[in-house]
């Protein structure tokens, strides 16, 4: 039984009514109306509407009443709903073929089964909204080329899933349909020229190969890797005098060059540069400025490879989907979003794909009352910046780790140390410096995996798991180390700091520290280890400021307790015991706090007189870590006389000696 309500949206506009379709009304903004709404996730108010399909109307509210009378005829009265000034739709038992497609790459359409992967892809029978323009409405016009290249990348992964899981013959259609959908993609033309060499047919795998060279040349990209995957495909097949092992073909894999052209790897990303869907666009305007400092800013983190910015620009021109961009650049991210300033609001929304799978792994909106426009792109590039450093490395951390050990890169390697580093037990800091010692040995110019051996020999110290002072000296050595391979690198900085702070060297380590955020302000990880050296020995007001801001860069850090213990700290030196009570319960609840914040929270307690609680965190300390003693937390940290005073006070009133 067909659902009572049908919206097509994946070609040519459709609606069906109880199986029966309805005449379209000639308005293209009716339609163009009602595709906006359906795809909604929040009811967008009167005005946001009339500014998205409106260029300075005579009376746009009077036009969107009658274009929404249009819509309730189409889809029923009942269904446009009216929330304050927000207008949604009512849509439940309905079909949409667009949030269909959606909520299969939400929920991971790589588990769905062959058959339902076909209705999906069949449920694209061209561009989304195919055909439709409405002319004067530029806000509408962007908005719509952002979901085209949305949907487009969504097909072409459906494709693509059907493509690697069908025989080679059933999956020809799909490879077909792929390539005219993505012509620069190498994945379906390597798919398709495997199949063709092992089915003996050379003739139309050479026709292919010259084919796809000769566009390839029409749009200035170089046609090596597609002419080195036939060559590749070729030399498998057997030749006709030898007899043919009776072994089914494998599915070929994604495109890789040859081991004697792949380079040290490192992931790298693309800022594509943002969609102003503003009522007026200013070309150069804040929008393009976003892109501009999301581009520097990650360059200056120095932990991916990132495309130029006059490269994105010049793509821009070309309206290239995120898929044909990923393509043309060979890059695994891409980074694209929207910009609008909708009256005293500034909003941003971002999405971050992973272009081997064209599945968007982190999105975001900012929404900001725009009074100072310069300080809100700053403070929204720098969320950016980190969230998608962040969500980077945690993708790549987590791949690595289904990987064997004895098949990572330097790069793999890596990330499966920052793994293990990030767990903060003692076995996990032993691992982590196997894998990064393992990362160097396959690329000793890899500044940040001399960083993070670093990190581990400064673990071992402070922790006290190892020889303090042997502990330290290694730290410093590696992190001297990172420097000589990147002394532009943050990283090395952040490194060499941490070792300075162990040598007991406060002004130098301050000094570096500060350097790695000259070299990258959005450098989240060297604001909190300014917080934590200075919430100790240096300017506590500075600390808590430095805690602050690196946790408003990086509110999800894997150093969130860290952050938060620091704060603690700073206060106790400023005698506010009650504020830091509060701070270190919170970095004390943290799931991977260590035997230090668990002490900083006790004490902290303790000095704001809340003694049984902090007997309470004492307990689960000891119970955790049975041999902790007031002598291991007065080691790791670089107190003043006068301040150890207060703290062993407040550690002997719960009895911790």
């Known amino acids: 039984m067909p659902p009572p309500l049908e919206i097509r949206l994946l070609g040519p506009m459709a609606v069906r009514r109880d199986g029966a379709e309805v005449k379209l009304p000639g308005s293209r903004k009716v339609r163009a109306l009602l595709a906006y709404l359906a795809l909604s996730s929040q009811p967008p108010s009167r005005a946001q509407l009339c500014d998205l399909l409106w260029d300075l109307p005579d009376d746009p509210r009077g036009e969107l009443r009658w274009c929404l009378s249009k819509v309730r005829s189409l889809i029923g009265e009942q269904r446009v709903m009216v929330q304050g000034d927000g207008i949604a739709l009512d849509l439940s038992g309905c079909f949409v073929d667009a949030i269909e497609t959606q909520s299969a790459v939400k929920h991971n359409f790589k588990a769905l089964s062959l058959t339902d992967l076909r209705k999906l892809t069949a449920l694209f029978v061209g561009d989304f909204l195919d055909g439709l323009t409405v002319d004067r409405s530029p806000s509408f016009q962007t908005w719509l080329a952002a979901q085209r290249r949305r949907f487009r990348d969504i097909h072409a992964a459906l494709l693509e899933q059907l493509a690697q899981q069908l025989n080679p013959r059933e999956a020809l259609v799909y490879l077909d349909r792929w390539i005219q959908l993505t012509p620069f993609d ?42 080195e995957i036939w060559n590749a495909a070729r030399a498998q097949v057997v030749e006709p005098t030898m007899q043919r092992p009776s072994v089914s073909v494998a599915t070929p894999t994604a495109y890789e060059p040859t081991n004697s052209l792949r380079e040290l790897r490192r992931a790298s990303i693309a800022i594509m540069p943002f969609t102003d869907t503003s009522a007026v666009v200013t070309p150069g305007g804040p929008s393009d400025a976003l892109s501009y400092d999301i581009i520097t800013r990650l360059a200056k983190l120095r932990s991916l490879k990132v495309i130029a910015q006059g490269t994105m620009f010049a793509l821009r021109e070309r309206r290239h989907t995120v898929e044909e961009v990923a393509t043309l650049l060979d890059v695994d991210y891409i980074v694209d979003g929207l910009f609008e300033r909708r009256g005293n609001r500034v909003i941003v929304r971002v999405e971050l794909t992973e272009a081997r799978t064209a599945r968007i792994v982190w999105a975001e909106v900012f929404d900001h009352n725009a009074a100072e426009t310069l300080i809100l792109l700053e403070e929204i ?26 098949s990572l890169d330097a790069w793999e390697a890596h990330h499966r140390g920052l793994w293990h580093m990030y767990r903060f037990t003692r076995s996990d800091n032993a691992q982590a410096q196997h894998f990064f010692e393992k990362a160097i040995g396959l690329d000793p110019t890899f500044a940040r995996a001399h960083a993070g051996l670093s990190f581990t020999h400064f673990q071992n110290a402070f922790q006290h798991w190892a020889d303090r ?20 690198d943050p990283t090395a900085h952040l490194a060499i700091g941490r070792a300075h702070w162990l040598k007991r060297a406060h002004e130098q380590s301050v000094s570096e520290l500060q350097q790695a955020i000259e070299l990258s302000p959005s450098f989240a990880t060297a604001h909190y280890s300014l917080a934590f050296v200075q919430s100790q020995s240096g300017d506590a007001k500075a600390a808590i400021a430095a805690a602050d801001h690196s946790r408003a860069l990086s509110p999800f850090d894997p150093l969130l ?13 400023l005698g506010n015991f009650m504020e830091a009570a509060d701070w270190g319960v919170k970095a004390a609840a943290r799931p991977n706090a260590h035997a230090h914040i668990l002490a900083i929270a006790a004490i902290c307690l303790s000095l704001a007189a809340r003694i049984q609680e902090g007997r309470a965190c004492l307990g689960i300390l000891l119970e955790r870590f049975p041999h902790y003693r007031l002598s291991d937390f007065l080691t790791a940290f670089h107190l003043a006389p006068d301040d150890q005073t207060v703290f062993c006070k407040g550690a002997r009133q719960i009895g911790l000696e």
């Open 186 to 227: 190498l994945r379906p033309h390597e798919l398709l020229l495997t199949s063709l060499a092992a089915s003996g047919h050379l003739r139309e795998g050479e026709e292919h190969v010259e084919a796809t060279a000769r566009l390839f040349g029409s749009e200035g990209v170089e046609d090596r890797p597609i002419r």
């Open 381 to 406: 590039g720098s969320r950016i910046v980190v969230s998608i450093d962040r969500e980077v490395e945690t993708i790549e951390r987590n791949r690595a780790m289904l990987k064997p050990p004895n």
């Open 469 to 488: 002072d042997v502990e330290a000296e290694l730290a410093y050595r590696a992190a001297n180390q990172s420097m000589m391979a990147d002394d532009r």
């Open 561 to 573: 307790f860290a952050m938060l213990a620091s704060r603690a700290l700073a206060l106790v030196r």
